[in-house]
């Protein structure tokens, strides 16, 4: 029959028919892609779920249109017309152009390119190329290092398992996950994917991970047993029902498709997380600054158009002043100095295994006082570990532990992850030689109504045991004694009692229990074995945690040493999130579960999140919305995690990071990807991210200080002086050579105090900065003016009060930044970097050289007497005394941000 089957299909495979088939239907006009049916709504989809799982197995068979056996090919070819490929709605990358005009399309650089384009129909040519190639600079940078960033996510991005195994016409065979359609039996064992939502037939032993979609560690057991009705169960608890996304964690069932793609409860997810992402706190602060120099601006140009206009009768010139006075204003490397701190900070990053995907979340790293983390793998090794083995007394025992262990290395049915723990276990601690000890009898396999299993053992004596191990209630329920130091005691009601206790009590603290019990049996076995699961003897329970990682502890002193406040955020119970946020030093202030989150409108929210440390049984909705709640109170928040139920959190977040091993949407939504999935990672970004917005407000606070004092100056001098104080020209060089020598400070220290606490955007901080510290170098300026005038009498020679004005303005601006670089006194108890250190003297000295040049009269200089030097001095190093005063008592008023 297979040959025969084989020559009909031509010696092509099923796959290769079906992809002929999409290409037929496309020449028709028609797209797999493009289904006939449109995809549900998420509503629509938990109303679907919830009903298919009380609907009995004819049922869904009837309203399927399917069979046990499977759907034909012709109908399954069919049905992908229909429905289309199984495939859920991915983020989308932009045409690079509109990836550019994003990078463009932002306050400052519209600004700048604005001051190009009146530049260039004004003749002034040299401010258009000089403006010109800062920007290009500046974009150009942006947008090759997010594109290598991307290009770097892209290539982690990986399928686990491309095929699952479908039943059609009655045959097994291995199909394409985008290939399978409603209606398809698909046969499920360990390791699988799960390739669509699905309603379980027949079901073995199966025990899904789910950890993707509710953060729960322990896999969950699924069974063909139709799900109770109940108004208020999640959709995720339906015992009957697999989900997209999830895997086979040991088992085996077979299941009926019932919705496929974007109609899937994660196909759900995805689509409601793919589109425009949030402005995050980095974007907002570089928007509110450039329009605070915007209004800086719309005050200082148009007075100081008029002024000269009036005074000197000459429009047009005065409207290229006017212009300069705009540039002058603006931070013009404003926007190449953000880049190049960030990319600096990314290369950084690069070295500890952090991808860097959008370059903002350098700095939000630093601004970030909320972290939000959720638990599975983050702060636990996400592996369920053996933690005690106890006896009625709660005390350690180790027979408890062989017993056990010589029931899971005997049993035959799947293997579970806690037998995997207790064989681990027994390994660690050398209980062996179970093999040469013991020869299995019979077994009695777990089965979800007894929810235990049992085995009997013969030794070397030939004396025979049998050993259970399973559900506490259920054991208890065949015990009728129980050991203590090698003795058996009557199992009375007191004991009972204590031992139901102790299992209440660790159970609370989010451990999973099992009990452990034994019979010697005498003689030869008469009957079945599960005659004999009656009177044991109650050996101890066994209990077991998704441990915390012993790096977690370290990571969250530090975080919160440097200022960061840690939240949980989980799909998992509260019991197991509490003992696990104790056991890493996280203070608890209060915990809020996801059906109480449900109920609060945003104001509520935004109140009970400030005082709430632990939220647990979160959907990826309550998610989402304690992130944005955090945030508009004013929090910079940062979120970790990995499964699509982290996804709009991690949209929503002012950082987003996911790792590796996260879900594709997961890492889509991010801004960092961790190769690692530490938190120590986390401490090193805080630090580098704050390390990267110091030297960025280093600069923004100079150069806006600075600019707006050589504003101030220009606006007196526009009232008094018969001349311009400074040419054009003049002005376009000088804040040339100041923008060069600002170049280097990516590349400067920071303090250590600086980065103790979190650092975010301060615009009124900065407004008020330039407003104290501005007006210092206009008293020097004013001063250079008087003795420009009164001292070298340039009242008839104004390129001598030009060049004089010229270099005393270079200077000065250039040398304070060593006073403002830091909170402390400079050259005494703090230095610059070497290179910002070369670079600024460097400057003043090309500046002062110009002077001098055969390249002067270009731009109208000079040559300045003699004297003028040595007052040149006076001035500096008046300058960087009282600006030291000034910052000492502004900080002492106001901090340090």
């Known amino acids: 029959m297979g040959i025969i089957y084989g020559w009909m299909l031509g010696g092509k495979t099923l796959a290769d028919r079906v992809e002929e088939y999409e290409k037929r239907v496309e020449l028709l006009g028609y797209e797999t892609k493009n289904p006939k049916i449109s995809p549900k709504s998420k509503t629509e989809i938990l109303e679907s779920l919830t009903q298919t799982a009380i609907d009995n197995k004819d049922s869904i068979f009837l309203k399927l249109e399917s069979s046990i056996n499977g759907l034909s090919y012709r109908e399954a070819k069919k049905r992908l017309f229909q429905y289309g490929l199984n495939e859920i709605e991915h983020e989308k990358r932009p045409h690079w152009l509109i990836r550019l005009f994003k990078i463009i399309a932002n306050p400052l650089v519209s600004l700048l390119l604005l001051i190009i384009v009146v530049s260039f129909f004004t003749g002034d040519l040299r401010t258009t190329v000089v403006i010109s190639v800062m920007v290009l600079i500046s974009v150009a940078l942006r947008f090759f290092q997010e594109n290598q960033a991307f290009n770097s996510a892209e290539s982690l991005k990986s399928m686990v398992k491309t095929t699952c195994t479908v039943i059609r016409n009655s045959n097994k065979r291995e199909v394409d996950l985008k290939q399978v359609v ?146 002058g204003l603006t931070p013009e490397m404003l926007p190449a100095i ?316 002012d950082v987003g990071i996911s790792v590796d091993g996260g879900v594709d949407i997961a890492k889509e939504s991010a801004g960092i990807i961790l190769l690692e999935t530490s938190l120590n990672i986390l401490v090193d970004g805080v630090v580098e991210g704050r390390k990267v917005f110091g030297n960025i407000t280093k600069y923004i606070k100079m150069g806006a200080s600075s600019n707006f004092g050589n504003m101030f100056s220009v606006l007196g001098a526009s009232i008094f002086l018969p001349f311009l104080p400074m040419t054009a020209a003049q002005i376009l060089v000088n804040n040339l050579l100041y923008d060069i020598s600002q170049t280097a400070i990516p590349l400067d220290n920071v303090d250590q105090e600086y980065i103790e606490k979190p650092r975010k955007w301060q615009i009124k901080d900065i407004g008020r900065f330039m407003l104290f510290i501005g007006p210092i170098s206009s008293i020097f300026d004013y001063m250079t003016y008087f003795i420009m005038l009164f001292v070298f009498h340039a009242w008839n020679n104004p390129s001598l009060f030009q060049t004089g004005w010229f270099v005393e303005s270079l200077v000065t601006q250039t040398m304070i930044v060593h006073v403002i670089r830091s909170r402390k006194m400079p050259f005494f108890q703090t230095w610059a970097s070497l290179p910002l250190i070369a670079t600024t003297f460097t400057i003043v000295a090309t500046g002062i050289f110009i002077t001098f040049s055969p390249f002067a009269h270009f731009f109208s200089f000079v040559r300045l007497p003699v004297f003028y030097w040595p007052l040149l001095g006076l001035m500096l190093l008046s300058y960087i005394i009282l600006t030291q005063l000034v910052k000492t008592w502004y900080i002492k008023k106001f901090g340090y941000n």
């Open 182 to 327: 409603p209606g398809d039996i698909i046969e499920l064992s360990a390791g699988d994917i799960i390739p669509a939502d699905l309603r379980v037939i027949e079901s073995n032993e199966l025990f899904v991970n789910q950890s993707l979609l509710t953060g729960e560690a322990l896999p969950v057991e699924k069974h063909a047993v139709y799900q109770p009705t109940d108004k208020n169960i999640s959709p995720l608890e339906l015992k009957n029902i697999c989900f997209m996304g999830t895997n086979v964690e040991s088992g085996h069932a077979i299941a009926i498709v019932l919705q496929t793609g974007a109609s899937t409860y994660f196909g759900s997810l995805a689509k409601s997380i793919t589109g425009q992402k949030v402005q995050t706190s980095f974007d907002r602060g570089v928007d509110k600054f450039t329009w605070l120099m915007i209004g800086f601006m719309g005050i200082m140009v148009p007075m100081v158009f008029l002024i000269n206009g009036l005074t000197k009768g000459n429009w047009f010139e005065a409207f290229l002043f006017g212009i300069s006075i705009a540039v």
């Open 338 to 653: 953000i880049t190049v701190n960030l990319s600096r900070g990314s290369v950084n990053m690069s070295k500890k295994k952090v991808i860097v995907k959008q370059l903002s979340s350098i700095q939000n790293f630093g601004a970030m006082n909320i972290l939000c983390t959720d638990k599975t793998g983050t702060l636990t090794l996400n592996k369920i570990v053996l933690i005690e083995n106890i006896n009625i007394l709660g005390k350690d025992d180790p027979q408890v532990l062989h017993y056990a262990y010589i029931n899971s290395y005997y049993q035959t049915g799947f293997k579970n992850l806690l037998d995997t723990a207790v064989l681990k276990h027994a390994k660690d601690n050398k209980v062996n030689n179970v093999d040469i000890d013991y020869k299995k009898i019979d077994e009695l396999p777990f089965d979800f109504k007894r929810r235990r299993v049992s085995i009997i053992v013969e030794d070397k004596k030939g004396k025979k045991i049998l050993i259970c191990k399973g559900a506490v209630e259920e054991v208890l329920s065949i015990c009728s004694y129980y050991e203590l130091d090698k003795k058996e005691h009557p199992l009375d009601s007191k004991a009972l009692r204590e031992i139901k206790q102790m299992n209440e009590r660790y159970s609370k603290e989010g451990y999973r229990v099992i009990a452990v019990a034994h019979q010697h049996v005498n003689g030869e076995l008469d009957g079945e074995i599960n005659q004999k699961e009656k009177n044991l003897v109650f050996s101890g329970l066994m209990t077991f945690l998704d441990p915390p990682k012993k790096s977690a502890i370290e990571a969250i002193k530090k975080l919160n040493q440097y200022g960061i406040e840690v939240k949980i955020l989980t799909g998992d119970n509260e019991l197991v999130t509490n003992k696990i946020a104790k056991d890493v030093g996280i203070d608890i202030k209060g915990t809020l579960l996801g059906k109480d989150v449900e109920k609060m409108d945003d104001a509520t929210l935004r109140k009970k999140a400030e005082n709430t440390t632990i939220f647990a049984k979160l959907s990826p909705d309550d998610k989402r919305r304690v992130v944005e709640a955090l945030k508009s109170s004013d929090h910079v928040v940062g979120f970790l995690g990995d499964g699509i139920n982290d996804a709009p959190a991690l949209r929503s977040a």
